[in-house]
């Protein structure tokens, strides 16, 4: 079993910056870097739509074309913990922010919430004009 924990977030003004942290946990992940770790977002009444994800044994990164250049992940291996960093945020960027974890496969499709097994709590981003 793999636990995920999030924290971050909150409010913040068109153009400022938060960062989001998930925390994985679980016996399954001790000494397994083979792993996939995602941020999707979802918005009130619509689908959860992928933000962006990193592979963990290598570092490699995808990234949703609306972030771009704004968002960013990077890792912290030790602790098994990734951070979203947010830049220029904007009002559409407003929504509830949940980390993702999936075991890694070679042909692994980083945009689909089904392939990911576990999931955060989810934290609310909200970016005011």
């Known amino acids: 079993q793999v636990q995920l924990v999030e924290s971050g977030g909150g409010l913040v003004q068109a153009g400022g910056s938060l960062r989001l942290s998930c925390a994985a946990s679980?016996?399954?992940?001790?000494?397994?870097?083979?792993?996939?770790m995602g941020w999707f977002r979802q918005a009130p009444g619509k689908e959860r739509d992928f933000v962006l994800a990193?592979?963990?044994?290598?570092?490699?990164?995808s990234y949703a074309d609306s972030v771009k250049g704004r968002f960013t992940i990077f890792r912290d291996g030790a602790k098994i913990t990734a951070y979203l960093q947010m830049n220029s945020l904007k009002p559409e960027d407003t929504a509830v922010y949940f980390c993702?974890?999936?075991?890694?496969?070679?042909?692994?499709?980083?945009?689909?919430?089904?392939?990911?097994?576990?999931w955060g709590q989810g934290a609310q981003v909200t970016v005011s004009s």
């Open positions: 990193i592979r963990w044994s290598s570092g490699s990164t």
């Open positions: 993702a974890l999936a075991d890694d496969r070679v042909d692994f499709d980083y945009d689909s919430p089904a392939n990911y097994a576990y």
């Open positions: 679980g016996r399954i992940l001790r000494g397994n870097s083979r792993f996939v």
